[in-house]
């Protein structure tokens, strides 16, 4: 009868075996060693582009969430602003920048309308920048120099039209909200007045309440402290409800049936971003917007946090790109 040796009773194999388990041994601490070298993120300050100019509503919301993360994630986080083209300049260069985690951007809804309103786009915003996480939601107002002879939306309608042509509209910028909620107000209403674009909220609000300019649409945040102190007249709010900040300001659809614009901003990073990094900032983010005192704060503005998930806000802003594309084409909107 033979006998089938054991791998312990071979000096060869038991040398083999060794040399095995030398190699896992030194293979495991390589492996090891690699994790422990990757860099902790963040160890350099992060820039936060907003791609509008200082003073606007999307500049005083970059500001106020970057200094909340400042604090907790251990890296200041600096504002640049990078105004123009209705937004597209300042969003194709976080776009086209490294991947680290180091450019970040400030993203307004234009990143949902511009692809419609733009007959060339720099860039694709469902494809070239990778959500980091949802801010918040916020209404216009529809201001007007305190000189316009109207009170209410009903009465500048008909003001703007037995003017036909020879009023004005300021806004943000080209493709922004601010310029196609007018566009919006001129169709509802059949309005004849002409747009007179600006490189952000703050100059196009100076210039309208210097007279140049009769009309704007804004955000709150921007515009609420000029209501209050009387320096312009609101005549309305472009969500379909009341605003918890300012709950004696009529929604413009109590005028014209239907109207709702909520205008939104959001964090996103390039395209390529590890995910390890969108998760430190997207977790930076919710725990700031989830603190009492900043929510309060927020809210005090008009602004309705809204924090969640790197995938919630990808869904969310494909769905509103769906959306705008029909009322850019609708109002027959379009920049070339």
Same mark, same amino acid.
């Given at each position: 009868m033979s006998v089938i040796p054991t791998v312990a009773t071979t000096p060869v194999r038991r040398r083999a075996v060794a040399m095995l388990g030398t190699v896992a041994v030194v293979s495991s601490m390589l492996m090891g060693s690699t994790v422990l070298a990757q860099p902790a993120y963040p160890t350099k300050p992060i820039r936060l582009i907003v791609p509008f100019a200082a003073g606007g509503t999307t500049s005083i919301l970059a500001?106020? /969430?970057?200094?909340?993360? *400042?604090?907790?994630?251990?890296?200041?986080?600096?504002?640049?602003?990078?105004?123009?083209?209705?937004?597209?300049?300042?969003?194709?260069?976080?776009?086209?920048?490294?991947?680290?985690?180091? $450019?970040?951007?400030?993203?307004?809804?234009?990143?949902?309308?511009?692809?419609?309103?733009?007959?060339?786009?720099?860039?694709?915003?469902?494809?070239?920048?990778a959500p980091i996480g949802l801010y918040g939601g916020v209404p216009n107002l529809l201001v007007v120099n305190p000189s316009v002879p109207a009170t209410n939306l009903a009465e500048f309608i008909a003001y703007a039209k037995s003017n036909p042509g020879k009023l004005n509209y300021a806004s943000n910028g080209?493709?922004?909200?601010?310029?196609?909620?007018?566009?919006?107000?001129? *169709?509802?209403?059949?309005l004849n007045i002409v747009h007179v674009p600006y490189k952000g909220g703050a100059p196009a609000l100076q210039e309208m309440m210097g007279g140049q300019v009769t009309m704007l649409f804004d955000q709150m945040p921007a515009v609420l402290p000029q209501v209050k102190s009387g320096r312009v007249r609101v005549l309305g709010v472009s969500s379909i409800k009341h605003s918890a900040a300012a709950p004696d300001i009529p929604p413009i659809a109590?005028?014209?049936?239907?109207?709702?614009? /909520?205008?939104?901003?959001? /964090?996103?990073?390039?395209?390529?971003?590890?995910?390890?990094?969108?998760?430190k900032l997207n977790g930076e983010m919710v725990k700031a917007l989830n603190e009492p005192a900043f929510q309060a704060q927020l809210v005090g503005m008009g602004v309705t946090p809204m924090p969640g998930s790197p995938e919630t806000? *990808?869904?969310?802003?494909?769905?509103? $790109?769906?959306?705008?594309?029909?009322?850019?084409?609708?109002?027959?909107?379009?920049?070339?």
């Amino acid at each position: 009868m033979s006998v089938i040796p054991t791998v312990a009773t071979t000096p060869v194999r038991r040398r083999a075996v060794a040399m095995l388990g030398t190699v896992a041994v030194v293979s495991s601490m390589l492996m090891g060693s690699t994790v422990l070298a990757q860099p902790a993120y963040p160890t350099k300050p992060i820039r936060l582009i907003v791609p509008f100019a200082a003073g606007g509503t999307t500049s005083i919301l970059a500001r106020l /969430l970057a200094d909340r993360m *400042s604090q907790s994630i251990g890296q200041p986080i600096v504002v640049d602003n990078r105004p123009g083209a209705g937004g597209n300049v300042g969003m194709d260069l976080v776009a086209k920048a490294e991947p680290d985690g180091y $450019t970040i951007l400030m993203g307004p809804i234009g990143l949902a309308i511009n692809p419609a309103l733009y007959s060339k786009m720099p860039f694709d915003p469902l494809k070239d920048l990778a959500p980091i996480g949802l801010y918040g939601g916020v209404p216009n107002l529809l201001v007007v120099n305190p000189s316009v002879p109207a009170t209410n939306l009903a009465e500048f309608i008909a003001y703007a039209k037995s003017n036909p042509g020879k009023l004005n509209y300021a806004s943000n910028g080209n493709g922004t909200s601010s310029h196609l909620a007018a566009e919006m107000l001129k *169709s509802a209403a059949g309005l004849n007045i002409v747009h007179v674009p600006y490189k952000g909220g703050a100059p196009a609000l100076q210039e309208m309440m210097g007279g140049q300019v009769t009309m704007l649409f804004d955000q709150m945040p921007a515009v609420l402290p000029q209501v209050k102190s009387g320096r312009v007249r609101v005549l309305g709010v472009s969500s379909i409800k009341h605003s918890a900040a300012a709950p004696d300001i009529p929604p413009i659809a109590d005028t014209l049936p239907g109207f709702d614009m /909520l205008v939104w901003f959001g /964090l996103l990073a390039p395209q390529g971003t590890l995910s390890a990094i969108i998760g430190k900032l997207n977790g930076e983010m919710v725990k700031a917007l989830n603190e009492p005192a900043f929510q309060a704060q927020l809210v005090g503005m008009g602004v309705t946090p809204m924090p969640g998930s790197p995938e919630t806000f *990808s869904r969310y802003l494909q769905s509103e $790109t769906t959306r705008w594309a029909k009322v850019v084409k609708d109002a027959g909107a379009r920049i070339d």
